[in-house]
């Protein structure tokens, strides 16, 4: 069944929603790696085939196919991914599943000890806005560009 395209349905909406995405992409001192890393792993965990299939493809720009294909399971491969790479997808699970987490102080301390506050806060608006975004497009089933 085809679904709506949103961002067509609703202009303004997607216009203030790719704000926060362009601000974060483009406006933070976070490394453009880090950004796509964090987006693909929310969009794993939400299930969002789209996001996982762009953010994959954006990664394996910059970042081997072996260690993406490990995104889902860093935390059995810690040596593939820097302190704060891990620091940051730790926080990115954290506030992803905030209704179980309710963003322990463990995780938020983890990440403060590696992020400055403005980085913090700016990693926490991608997480943010990917999260968003994987609730659009899940649900309106967009298109991957993957073929058979």
């Known amino acids: 069944m085809d679904r709506l395209k949103w961002f067509e349905v609703a202009p303004e909406g997607a216009k203030a929603l790719f ?18 890393l964090i987006f693909l792993r929310v969009s794993q965990i939400n299930g969002c085939a789209y996001c996982i299939d762009m953010h994959s493809r954006d ?4 970042m081997s196919v072996d260690k993406v294909t490990l995104v889902p399971v860093w935390k059995e491969v810690p040596h593939l991914f820097s302190d704060q790479y891990r620091a940051a997808l730790a926080w990115a699970e954290e506030v992803t599943n905030v209704s179980v987490t309710h963003a322990s102080d463990e995780a938020y301390a983890a990440a403060a000890a590696v992020f400055g506050d403005k980085d913090l806060v700016d990693l926490t608006l991608a997480i943010a806005a990917m999260n968003a975004f994987n609730r659009l497009g899940a649900p309106f089933r967009l298109p991957v560009s993957a073929k058979p």
């Open 19 to 36: 704000g926060v995405h362009h601000y974060v992409t483009k406006g933070t001192n976070l490394p453009e790696e880090l950004i796509h």
């Open 59 to 62: 990664l394996r720009k910059t």
